[in-house]
Protein backbone atom coordinates (compact mmCIF):
# COMPACT_ATOMS: atom_id res chain seq x y z
CA UNK A 1 0.00 0.00 0.00
CA UNK A 2 0.81 3.36 -0.75
CA UNK A 3 0.40 6.60 1.13
CA UNK A 4 0.02 8.93 -1.19
CA UNK A 5 -3.07 10.51 -2.05
CA UNK A 6 -4.78 12.85 -4.20
CA UNK A 7 -6.92 15.56 -3.03
CA UNK A 8 -8.73 18.03 -5.62
CA UNK A 9 -10.73 20.61 -4.89
CA UNK A 10 -14.68 21.08 -5.58
CA UNK A 11 -14.46 22.99 -8.41
CA UNK A 12 -11.43 20.86 -10.19
CA UNK A 13 -14.32 17.94 -10.22
CA UNK A 14 -16.72 19.87 -11.01
CA UNK A 15 -14.37 21.19 -14.12
CA UNK A 16 -13.51 17.89 -15.34
CA UNK A 17 -17.31 16.72 -15.19
CA UNK A 18 -18.55 19.36 -16.71
CA UNK A 19 -15.78 19.12 -19.61
CA UNK A 20 -16.72 15.81 -20.40
CA UNK A 21 -20.49 16.20 -20.28
CA UNK A 22 -20.00 19.01 -22.55
CA UNK A 23 -20.12 17.27 -26.07
CA UNK A 24 -23.33 15.13 -24.85
CA UNK A 25 -25.10 18.72 -23.34
CA UNK A 26 -24.67 19.92 -26.84
CA UNK A 27 -25.85 16.67 -29.07
CA UNK A 28 -28.84 16.50 -26.72
CA UNK A 29 -29.36 20.40 -27.63
CA UNK A 30 -28.45 19.36 -31.48
CA UNK A 31 -31.03 16.72 -30.77
CA UNK A 32 -33.75 18.59 -29.69
CA UNK A 33 -32.90 21.44 -32.39
CA UNK A 34 -34.16 19.07 -35.54
CA UNK A 35 -36.71 17.57 -33.77
CA UNK A 36 -38.42 20.78 -33.85
CA UNK A 37 -37.04 22.17 -36.83
CA UNK A 38 -36.53 18.87 -39.17
CA UNK A 39 -39.54 16.60 -39.07
CA UNK A 40 -41.31 14.35 -41.07
CA UNK A 41 -45.53 14.92 -41.58
CA UNK A 42 -47.84 12.37 -40.36
CA UNK A 43 -50.58 13.91 -41.95
CA UNK A 44 -50.65 16.71 -44.98
CA UNK A 45 -50.14 20.36 -43.46
CA UNK A 46 -50.30 23.71 -45.04
CA UNK A 47 -47.02 25.88 -43.95
CA UNK A 48 -46.69 29.39 -45.53
CA UNK A 49 -49.77 28.77 -47.79
CA UNK A 50 -48.15 25.39 -49.52
CA UNK A 51 -49.76 22.85 -49.26
CA UNK A 52 -47.29 19.82 -48.09
CA UNK A 53 -47.97 15.78 -48.44
CA UNK A 54 -48.12 13.16 -45.51
CA UNK A 55 -44.74 11.73 -45.53
CA UNK A 56 -42.85 15.29 -47.02
CA UNK A 57 -40.04 16.02 -44.35
CA UNK A 58 -39.73 19.60 -43.57
CA UNK A 59 -37.28 21.88 -42.28
CA UNK A 60 -37.99 25.34 -40.21
CA UNK A 61 -36.04 28.65 -39.19
CA UNK A 62 -36.78 29.57 -35.74
CA UNK A 63 -39.74 31.87 -36.55
CA UNK A 64 -41.39 28.68 -38.06
CA UNK A 65 -41.15 29.73 -41.67
CA UNK A 66 -40.00 26.30 -43.55
CA UNK A 67 -36.98 27.09 -45.94
CA UNK A 68 -36.55 23.21 -46.98
CA UNK A 69 -39.33 20.44 -48.11
CA UNK A 70 -38.47 16.92 -49.36
CA UNK A 71 -41.30 15.61 -50.54
CA UNK A 72 -42.44 11.96 -50.14
CA UNK A 73 -41.76 9.85 -52.79
CA UNK A 74 -44.53 9.86 -55.72
CA UNK A 75 -45.83 13.12 -54.09
CA UNK A 76 -45.12 16.97 -55.14
CA UNK A 77 -45.97 20.17 -54.12
CA UNK A 78 -47.85 23.04 -56.00
CA UNK A 79 -45.53 26.37 -55.47
CA UNK A 80 -45.33 29.64 -57.79
CA UNK A 81 -48.02 27.82 -59.85
CA UNK A 82 -46.39 24.68 -60.81
CA UNK A 83 -45.49 21.60 -59.51
CA UNK A 84 -42.53 20.58 -57.39
CA UNK A 85 -40.97 16.91 -56.20
CA UNK A 86 -37.64 16.11 -54.08
CA UNK A 87 -35.72 18.56 -52.39
CA UNK A 88 -37.30 21.91 -52.58
CA UNK A 89 -35.36 24.81 -50.88
CA UNK A 90 -37.19 28.28 -50.51
CA UNK A 91 -35.92 31.46 -50.20
CA UNK A 92 -36.49 32.39 -46.64
CA UNK A 93 -39.36 35.38 -46.55
CA UNK A 94 -37.18 37.39 -44.58
CA UNK A 95 -34.68 37.34 -47.52
CA UNK A 96 -37.10 37.51 -50.50
CA UNK A 97 -36.97 41.24 -52.58
CA UNK A 98 -40.05 42.42 -53.82
CA UNK A 99 -38.11 42.01 -57.14
CA UNK A 100 -38.17 38.05 -56.43
CA UNK A 101 -40.43 36.33 -59.08
CA UNK A 102 -40.96 33.07 -56.59
CA UNK A 103 -40.31 31.76 -53.33
CA UNK A 104 -38.55 28.67 -54.58
CA UNK A 105 -34.65 28.56 -54.67
CA UNK A 106 -34.06 24.84 -56.35
CA UNK A 107 -35.84 22.15 -57.22
CA UNK A 108 -37.49 19.77 -59.47
CA UNK A 109 -40.24 19.74 -61.80
CA UNK A 110 -42.88 17.30 -61.67
CA UNK A 111 -44.46 18.61 -64.29
CA UNK A 112 -44.06 20.13 -67.32
CA UNK A 113 -44.76 24.01 -66.42
CA UNK A 114 -44.76 27.61 -67.91
CA UNK A 115 -42.00 29.36 -65.79
CA UNK A 116 -41.63 32.97 -66.00
CA UNK A 117 -43.17 32.27 -69.49
CA UNK A 118 -40.61 29.69 -70.64
CA UNK A 119 -42.03 26.42 -71.11
CA UNK A 120 -39.86 23.71 -69.35
CA UNK A 121 -39.98 19.64 -68.97
CA UNK A 122 -40.96 18.02 -65.78
CA UNK A 123 -37.59 16.24 -64.22
CA UNK A 124 -35.60 19.44 -65.02
CA UNK A 125 -33.69 20.88 -62.01
CA UNK A 126 -32.03 24.22 -61.10
CA UNK A 127 -32.64 27.21 -59.93
CA UNK A 128 -36.04 28.61 -60.62
CA UNK A 129 -34.61 32.55 -60.93
CA UNK A 130 -32.39 31.52 -63.49
CA UNK A 131 -34.19 30.51 -65.85
CA UNK A 132 -31.41 29.28 -68.40
CA UNK A 133 -30.87 26.66 -65.89
CA UNK A 134 -34.10 24.77 -67.01
CA UNK A 135 -34.14 22.83 -70.29
CA UNK A 136 -37.26 24.66 -72.21
CA UNK A 137 -39.63 22.60 -74.52
CA UNK A 138 -38.97 24.47 -77.26
CA UNK A 139 -35.29 24.18 -78.25
CA UNK A 140 -35.07 27.69 -80.29
CA UNK A 141 -35.88 29.48 -77.13
CA UNK A 142 -33.52 27.45 -74.88
CA UNK A 143 -29.83 29.03 -74.09
CA UNK A 144 -28.96 26.14 -72.20
CA UNK A 145 -30.06 23.07 -74.40
Known amino acids: MSDISFSFPPWMIAWFLLGEATPFITQIKT ?3 QTRH ?3 LDKPAVMAGIEVPRGSWISTDDEGNPYAIETAERAA ?5 ALWQGDIRLISPRNRKTTDRGMIKSATLAADAALQGMPCRAGTSGRYMLIASF ?3 DPERSSSG
Open 31 to 33: DIY
Open 135 to 137: TAL
Open 77 to 81: VSIDG
Open 38 to 40: HYR
